[in-house]
């Protein structure tokens, strides 16, 4: 069966000097670079925020960065302002081998809903495309490496098990933010969906 590898959001302001660094960052991205030759199939993702994003603290007067909020659709995690469409940090590591890649999802540019998923924004509802675009090539598969371990991976690898897919997360090759125990409550949500982890 065909392996698509699922790089995520291996952005400058994820990594060491950017507004949203998580540790150890930028040490995953040379063995992510080595691991792509090994897969038939590349997607890269990228988190986009237009600058009036609802999840930034910034546009919450008052609030604190990595406090907590209440959206529409749920508790929601107000950030320092990261990943700027068209800024700096929402380009890709300069050091990631984006040559690979076949496909580059973007996520969260919709200024009213965060979107920690690969498949699905926060609200659970609105699909980014990629479950779309995997089923039709089909590439059932799916490896997933990146940043940030407790975030954006798991909540991909648990949507992607959810759909169906085969699902595993190499986990030498994330690092986690860790807010408040979220790598451990990640670790259970991923072996719980039924994720291998690797
Ligand atoms: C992420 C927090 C906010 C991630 C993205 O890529 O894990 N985390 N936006
Ligand atoms: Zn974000």
Redesign the pocket.
Known sequence: MARTLIV??IQVD?CPGGR?AVEGGDQIIAPINQMMQDFDNVVLTQ?WHPADHS?FAENHPGAAPFSMTQMSYGPQVL?PT??VIGSPGAQFHPDLDTSHAATIIRK?FRPQI?S?STFFENDYKTPTGLAGYLRERYLEDLYFVG??YD???TWSAVDAARLGFSVSVIESATRA?DLNGSRDAARSSMIEAGVQLI
């Open positions: 995520v959001d994820f949203l988190d999840s950030w990261h990943c969260g965060d920690y940043l940030a975030f954006c991976v933010i």
